[in-house]
């Protein structure tokens, strides 16, 4: 008599691919979640293929874990290992929600052993590196030398550069316009303040002295005379020209002061010449 048949599921583990056969009621039609035994770590489970026992073995897997002698072909636990199965399934799940509740720390990340390996590998076949040559020492000397051919030959460098030719022609136009109007401020300062006579006081600052007219009183000399009794104050002067060209004599006034340089009587005075050359 065939012996009744029952129909078994075959579960993978996302994580490490590793497939499973169990009883089709252990996973049940909503899932469940399991642990793989390979990797330790837990999945939801769901049926993912299911196989009927009818007295034959199902075709070999090459994923499927090998399953330990003794055991019927398409059973991989037994009640007790079953039941043992459920109990550790429950703490894991009661861990599960105990780290999302906050009540307990999350469990440390599995570390891959064998990337673990290849990185120990790395780190022992990688150049180990070699401690840099002392630097010699430096001569300060020698140092300053070279910086200052340095800067000669960036100062040629710059100095035949189209720009710095030009600053340098700008500079050197304005210097010598500078001492042109300088030069003709000095020469020309009687006809400057001619026609500007408010920059007078500014040559006078100088120690400059401005003849307008052109002319200037010369051997001054003042004498103590007696005449028709009285005492008179002669005043005798020369006029001296001053100026580069010709220069009319205008008449001469003369003003008669008090102690509080008030004028008290004054009178014109016209000169024997009227015309002076330069230098009379």
């Known amino acids: ?49 299911v196989i009927e026992r009818a007295g034959r073995k199902p075709e070999p897997d090459a994923t499927v874990t090998p399953r330990a002698p003794g055991n019927d072909d398409d059973q991989m636990f037994d009640a007790m290992a079953e039941a043992e199965l459920d109990a550790e399934f429950e703490a894991e799940q009661r861990a599960v929600a105990a780290v999302e509740a906050g009540e307990l720390p999350p469990p440390p990340p599995v570390v891959d052993e064998q990337m673990r390996s290849i990185e120990e590998i790395k780190a022992a076949i990688a150049p180990q590196a070699r401690d840099a040559p002392p630097a010699p020492p430096v001569d300060a000397q020698a140092e300053k030398r070279r910086q200052k051919a340095f800067d000669q030959r ?106 509080e340089n008030l004028p008290l009587y004054e009178w014109s005075v016209a000169p024997d010449v009227p015309v002076l050359q330069s230098g009379e």
């Open 1 to 49: 008599m065939a012996a009744p048949q029952s129909k078994t599921v075959v579960i993978v583990c996302p994580h490490c691919t590793t497939r499973y056969q169990v009883p089709a009621d252990t996973v049940g039609n909503r899932g469940r979640q399991v642990q793989c035994a390979h990797c330790s770590r837990t999945w939801e489970a769901f049926a993912e293929k």
């Open 154 to 259: 960036q100062s040629m460098l710059t100095r035949q550069l189209p720009l710095a030719r030009v600053r340098r022609i700008l500079r050197i136009t304005g210097l010598c316009t500078l001492v042109l109007l300088i030069g003709a401020g000095f020469s020309f300062r009687t006809q400057i303040v001619r026609v500007f006579p408010d920059l007078a006081g500014t040559y006078e600052a100088l120690g400059l002295g401005v003849n307008v007219v052109g002319l200037e009183f010369r051997d001054v000399k003042t004498l103590l005379a007696l005449r028709r009794g009285s005492d008179v104050i002669q005043v005798d002067a020369r006029i001296y020209s001053v100026a580069p060209g010709t220069v009319e004599v205008p008449p001469v006034v003369v003003t008669l002061l008090n102690s």
